[in-house]
């Protein structure tokens, strides 16, 4: 999990975290990092 106090997007903006943006961002980054993880085990 990502526990900074703001993270930077594929824009380069500071996302604050608790906001509704950050937690999409997160979700849709855990799930490619996972997608990725998971064909490179293969």
Not at 21 to 27: G, I, N, Q, W, Y
């Amino acid at each position: 999990m990502i526990c900074r106090e703001s993270l930077k997007t594929e824009y380069g903006e500071n996302v604050p975290i608790g906001t509704d943006e950050l937690a999409k961002v997160r979700s849709k980054a855990i799930s490619i990092e996972m997608y990725v993880n998971w064909f490179e085990d293969e």
